[in-house]
């Protein structure tokens, strides 16, 4: 029987990365993502065996859409819109073009069942503040958009003194809030009730490679 010839290695290979990548993340590989996990020696290279599995039907991809390489065989992605960074340190101020947009920046691909039908949005995390949590500079997280939340929960945090934002855990003391960084090394946040207005609640991390 005729071995698979080494084109056909790779892009089985590129399949099973994109497959496999998907199923851990919840969402769709870069083409530098495919480069470094399958050992190719270019962009150009996985760009035309890309180019190869579209046209055979294997892949759908999006152009106008940030992570959209899909295989063909699997269920709906939804986009999902990132509007910017949130500091995960000291609080940063939100309504400028580099911190916090009332239109999305860019989108990211996330598995449609991912989200639960919830109303969500992704931020760009800036900062160490977090890192006890496993969630580091440069991750992006997905936040249902709430007002609300429980004691210990993870929240983007609009301080209105200060006209600024914040992510950290909250925690409900009497006659104050803590907001507290998952840092054994930082100092919590004190403010008062009415000085915090809750913007989102983490549900989802998506690691920075």
Same mark, same amino acid.
């Given at each position: 029987?005729?071995?698979?010839? &080494?084109?056909?290695? &790779?892009?089985?290979?590129?399949?099973?990365?994109? @497959?496999?990548?998907?199923?851990?993340?919840? %969402?769709?590989?870069?083409?530098?993502?495919?480069?470094? $996990?399958?050992?190719?020696?270019? &962009?150009?290279?996985?760009?035309?065996?890309?180019?190869? *599995?579209?046209? !055979?039907? %294997?892949? @759908?991809?999006?152009? !106008?859409?940030?992570?959209?390489?899909?295989?063909?065989?699997?269920?709906?992605?939804?986009?999902?819109? *990132? *509007?910017?960074?949130?500091?995960? $340190? !000291?609080?940063?101020?939100?309504? &400028?073009?580099?911190?916090?947009?009332?239109?999305?920046?860019?989108?990211?691909?996330?598995? #449609?069942?991912? +989200?639960? $039908?919830?109303?969500?949005?992704?931020?760009?995390?800036?900062?160490?503040? *977090?890192? =006890?949590?496993?969630?580091? =500079?440069? =991750?992006?997280?997905?936040?249902?958009?709430?007002?609300?939340?429980?004691?210990?929960?993870?929240?983007?945090?609009?301080?209105?003194?200060?006209? #600024?934002?914040?992510?950290?855990?909250?925690?409900? !003391?009497?006659?104050?809030?803590?907001?507290?960084?998952?840092?054994?090394?930082? @100092?919590?946040? %004190? +403010?008062?009730?009415?000085?915090?207005?809750?913007? $989102?609640?983490?549900?989802?991390?998506?690691?920075?490679?």
């Amino acid at each position: 029987m005729r071995k698979p010839s &080494t084109t056909n290695r &790779t892009r089985q290979s590129i399949l099973r990365f994109i @497959h496999d990548f998907i199923a851990e993340k919840g %969402y769709s590989p870069t083409v530098r993502d495919i480069l470094r $996990g399958c050992n190719i020696s270019s &962009t150009a290279v996985v760009q035309h065996h890309l180019n190869v *599995l579209e046209r !055979e039907g %294997y892949i @759908h991809r999006d152009p !106008e859409v940030f992570r959209s390489i899909q295989l063909t065989n699997r269920k709906k992605t939804i986009s999902v819109p *990132l *509007l910017g960074t949130i500091a995960a $340190g !000291e609080p940063i101020p939100v309504p &400028t073009a580099e911190t916090w947009q009332s239109e999305a920046s860019e989108t990211i691909e996330i598995a #449609e069942g991912f +989200t639960a $039908g919830k109303n969500v949005y992704a931020l760009k995390v800036k900062g160490l503040s *977090l890192v =006890d949590a496993l969630i580091d =500079d440069g =991750d992006i997280v997905i936040l249902e958009s709430v007002n609300t939340a429980n004691d210990g929960d993870m929240v983007a945090v609009w301080l209105k003194d200060r006209q #600024e934002v914040t992510l950290k855990r909250i925690f409900y !003391e009497e006659k104050r809030i803590r907001l507290q960084p998952a840092n054994s090394q930082m @100092h919590p946040l %004190y +403010t008062t009730p009415d000085n915090v207005e809750i913007q $989102g609640k983490v549900i989802a991390v998506i690691r920075k490679l």
